[in-house]
């Protein structure tokens, strides 16, 4: 089983996380790690991102990728600050390449048959599937599928607690990203590991 696979298959739900303050990473990953959700994708969509990585990475229990990856600098960064596995918003040759390269999973963004194509020309069978709810649901991926009938799936993107299981009871969905698990602000440790644990419980 490739290592991307086996990070998708660790949890149902993987965090989308946006975190302004390096302050609040220990505290949210020990959370989610203690409520059984341990794959976490922190987004470089703030400036503290990498640190948030770094910090991390210092919790038991914790896989901890980079999400929003855009190009092969992005990629660079995000290796360096210790990231186990990367994600893309979408699939372009050289970031492609690049991860390819670096040997680490890679979780390109892919929202049409071109996108998967251009994945599968990389040697990619594992893509997230992206922006989920807006590039025509559930109903798009089961026709993307068809054809791309080795592929496997992490849908991002407008997932909700309450649509998450149709999602997930698809067989060529691994797991679903999800920003609901742990809300903006100042983290609330106890509702943070609550929220992970009934993530969890959504594919039992």
């Known amino acids: 089983m490739k290592l991307v696979e086996t990070i998708m298959r660790t949890a149902p ?44 990475k210092t919790v038991d ?10 190009n092969p600098d992005d990629l660079s960064r995000a290796i360096d600050a210790g990231s186990e596995f990367i994600v893309s ?12 390269a670096s040997g680490i999973p890679f979780l390109p963004g892919t929202a049409t048959a071109g996108d998967i194509m251009r994945g599968m020309d990389l040697g990619l069978t594992h893509f997230k599937f992206f922006p989920a709810s807006t ?16 592929c496997l799936f992490c849908p991002t993107g407008g997932i909700t607690v309450a649509t998450a299981p149709e999602w997930l009871a698809f067989d060529k969905v691994l797991c679903v990203g999800g920003s609901w698990v742990v809300p903006k602000g100042v983290p609330d440790e106890a509702a ?11 594919r039992s």
């Open 13 to 56: 739900v993987i965090p989308v996380l946006v975190i302004e303050d390096v302050a609040h990473a220990i505290p949210v990953a020990r959370a989610l790690v203690a409520g059984g959700l341990r794959v976490l994708e922190v987004t470089l969509r703030t400036a503290a991102a990498l640190d948030v990585i770094r910090a991390m």
């Open 61 to 70: 229990g914790a896989i901890v990728g980079a999400g929003t990856v855009n």
């Open 89 to 100: 918003p979408g699939l372009t040759k050289p970031l492609g390449k690049a991860a390819v």
């Open 135 to 150: 590039s025509g649901g559930l109903p798009a991926l089961k026709a993307l599928a068809g054809p791309f009938h080795q």
């Open 192 to 202: 943070i590991e609550a929220a992970a644990r009934a993530a969890v419980a959504l």
